[in-house]
């Protein structure tokens, strides 16, 4: 579907939820609040609605505000849905009890795992971003980009492309970025907000908990747990799995990098990031999770030990 026919169609609808998956990276943030601004400005009635509030770390990105946290309770209307950053309708959490059979699910994505879950879907694995899908939308559609609008989208494309080293960076993307930069991005500024900007106690425990991964296949796997106890010693500022994936993802020689955290006694998220030629997309399908070949995820309703003998069986059959 060409993205002509695509806003053609989506401007059917007068009212929309906005929703994406559970954990918000800042691309499904910046997406989601930048879909919603669009919306609003060309007449539609919008609600944007996650599974928990915007995450304090986040909070700094223009319009946060208007992002609330779904409540199962309240009456809201509306004809469409709109899913974006997201691989399959499940993954948006909660959120996925206000969606009916009557509504119009639009589904926007770059993963290339995405099901097609949507009537409309707009999935575009080349992009680097949903960030930047959203820019060639609004590009398209002549909408005028405002100052928050371009710094959403250059941090959706910023933090999906590890700062433009990462190799879905396109150029594309490039020029993508060329355009947004013209409305005055401050982006030092925000790159030391999202990078460099670590309460010192975090930073001490990180120290000690990074320290704690093993090895397997003569250090090409390395594998870390994350049990609850050790992740409620960080802030909430603290992005502790991005943290630990680009501190570790510098040893010499390591090819693929897990992380499986704790999140209730048989409930653990698996987190893939693989250096070489290792498709962890694949990897995480296996555990009805996805992603992209080089960062994927899962969750696995096993506990945290369990999980690790399961996801270690998978990963000798792919080193």
């Known amino acids: 579907?060409?993205?002509?026919?695509?806003?053609?169609?989506?401007?059917?609808?007068?009212?929309?939820?906005?929703?994406?998956?559970?954990?918000?990276?800042?691309?499904a943030l910046s997406s989601l609040l930048t879909l919603g601004i669009y919306l609003r400005k060309i007449g539609k009635k919008v609600y944007l609605r996650t599974e928990e509030p915007v995450p304090e770390r986040f909070e700094f990105l223009p319009k946060s505000r208007l992002i609330k946290k779904v409540n199962l309770e309240s009456r809201i209307r509306f004809e469409a849905v709109f899913v974006v950053d997201c691989g399959d309708l499940d993954r948006v959490g909660r959120v996925r009890e206000l969606?009916?059979?009557?509504?119009?699910?639009?589904?926007?994505?770059?993963?290339?795992?995405?099901?097609?879950?949507?009537?409309?879907?707009?999935?575009?694995?080349?992009?680097?971003?949903?960030?930047?899908?959203?820019?060639?939308?609004?590009?398209?559609?002549?909408?005028?980009?405002?100052?928050?609008?371009?710094?959403?989208?250059?941090?959706?494309?910023?933090?999906?492309?590890g700062s433009f080293r990462y190799d879905n960076t396109s150029a594309h993307t490039h020029a993508a970025v060329s355009e947004l930069m013209k409305f005055g991005i401050p982006v030092g500024k925000l790159y030391r907000r999202m990078y460099?900007?670590?309460?010192?106690?975090?930073?001490?425990?990180?120290?000690?908990?990074?320290?704690?991964?093993?090895?397997?296949?003569?250090?090409?796997?390395?594998?870390?747990?994350?049990?609850?106890?050790?992740?409620?010693?960080?802030?909430?500022?603290?992005?502790?799995?991005?943290?630990?994936?680009k501190y570790l993802r510098t040893i010499k020689g390591v090819e693929l990098l897990v992380i499986l955290t704790e999140f209730e006694k048989n409930k653990t998220r698996i987190n893939f990031r693989s250096e070489s030629k290792v498709?962890?997309?694949?990897?995480?399908?296996?555990?009805?999770?996805?992603?992209?070949?080089?960062?994927?995820?899962?969750?696995?309703?096993?506990?945290?030990?369990?999980?690790?003998?399961?996801?270690?069986?998978?990963?000798?059959?792919?080193?």
């Open 1 to 27: 579907m060409t993205a002509k026919v695509f806003l053609k169609n989506l401007k059917k609808y007068k009212s929309f939820l906005i929703s994406t998956h559970v954990h918000p990276d800042p691309d």
């Open 99 to 161: 969606i009916k059979e009557e509504h119009h699910v639009i589904n926007i994505d770059h993963h290339i795992t995405n099901d097609r879950f949507g009537k409309l879907n707009f999935v575009k694995p080349d992009a680097s971003s949903t960030a930047e899908i959203i820019f060639d939308l609004l590009k398209q559609d002549r909408f005028p980009l405002t100052r928050d609008t371009a710094m959403l989208l250059y941090l959706g494309i910023m933090t999906d492309t």
């Open 196 to 245: 460099e900007s670590v309460p010192f106690n975090d930073i001490k425990v990180f120290a000690k908990v990074v320290s704690r991964f093993e090895t397997i296949k003569s250090g090409k796997v390395i594998i870390l747990e994350l049990p609850k106890s050790v992740v409620r010693q960080f802030s909430e500022e603290f992005d502790l799995r991005d943290k630990i994936f």
């Open 279 to 319: 498709d962890v997309a694949k990897l995480a399908a296996r555990f009805n999770g996805g992603g992209h070949h080089r960062a994927s995820g899962a969750m696995i309703n096993l506990n945290i030990k369990d999980s690790k003998r399961r996801v270690l069986k998978e990963v000798r059959k792919v080193i």
